[in-house]
């Protein structure tokens, strides 16, 4: 969690201010437990808490923006449909699922079009069905081109 909380830090976009906030909502629920000293004949309750639920997304679609290619694969990684996904994160968040998503790929697209990746590099890296879909999706985001965006 702390190093998590480090990768915010250097993060620093519009989102990290709710996303520290999770995190350290989530540290805070772990030494509680660790205080309360529950008896081993105590069942434990399977964390099942919205915010520890929408930490868990944000770590995995920013560890994993390369690999994702549409929403519904978090299904097979949560055990939730993109329904159930989006609501809780939407609760805690505020912005829906999908935006969080896409704000994400478009910024790890910036950042490869400003190393000098070409845009069809860009749109395979982010798993874009043509390169015709990633031009349409970061036109969409940002209200330019791709090409406009390199160095």
Not at 15 to 22: D, E, K
Not at 41 to 66: G, K, M, R, V, W
Not at 94 to 109: H, R, T
């Amino acid at each position: 969690l702390c190093s998590s909380i480090l990768q915010e830090l250097r993060n620093e976009d519009i989102y990290s201010p709710r996303v520290l906030a999770i995190l350290l909502e989530h540290i805070l629920i772990e030494c509680s437990r660790k205080i309360s000293k529950k008896t081993k004949s105590e069942p434990q309750s399977i964390p099942t808490d919205a915010a520890i639920l929408t930490h868990d997304i944000i770590t995995y679609i920013d560890q994993n923006i390369f690999k994702i290619k549409k929403l519904s694969d978090l299904e097979n990684v949560f055990f939730y449909n993109v329904n159930n996904l989006s609501k809780h994160f939407h609760s805690q968040m505020g912005i829906p699922l999908n935006k969080y998503f896409i704000s994400k790929k478009m910024e790890a697209a910036l950042r490869l079009l400003q190393a000098g990746e070409s845009v069809t590099e860009v749109s395979d890296k982010l798993q874009y069905s043509s390169i015709h879909a990633f031009s349409r999706a970061y036109k969409n985001y940002f209200n330019e081109s791709p090409s406009s965006s390199k160095p």
